[in-house]
Nanobody, 123 residues
Framework: QLQVAESGGGLVQPGGSLRLSCAASGFSLNYYAIGWFRQAPGKEREGVSCISSMRGSTHWLDSVKGRFTISRDVAKNTVYLQMNSLKPEDTAVYYC????????????????WGQGTQVTVSS
């Protein structure tokens, strides 16, 4: 059974850092892309970053370029989202989801989804 599980969220001050983890089970990252998404209160879920099965990565959000880095450890079957210089507007529930081989701009192409991990950026 394909599953993903997020962890690593928490409360951090503006300018701080967090590293989110997305642990995959039931499939190999050698054959699946993983996308990170977030949903802030009262807003629609938006795509943040994605890494393909061939390690190509993309950031969908201009606001995270230069601050967020997506990476993966195939041996641990885990994808990471390193978030630096965090801002209050980064506050959201962060989700990861899988898609076979390559990333897609359409969230409907991704699944299964994890339960999410809360990131709160506040002083």
């Amino acid at each position: 059974q394909l599953q993903v599980a997020e962890s690593g969220g928490g409360l951090v001050q503006p300018g701080g850092s967090l590293r989110l983890s997305c642990a995959a089970s039931g499939f190999s990252l050698n054959y699946y892309a993983i996308g990170w998404f977030r949903q802030a209160p009262g807003k629609e879920r938006e795509g943040v970053s994605c890494i393909s099965s061939m390690r190509g990565s993309t950031h969908w959000l201009d606001s995270v370029k230069g601050r967020f880095t997506i990476s993966r450890d195939v041996a641990k079957n885990t994808v990471y989202l390193q978030m630096n210089s965090l801002k209050p507007e980064d506050t959201a529930v962060y989700y990861c989801a899988s898609r076979r081989y390559i990333c897609s701009d359409d969230q409907r192409d991704f699944g299964p989804w994890g339960q999410g991990t809360q990131v709160t950026v506040s002083s």
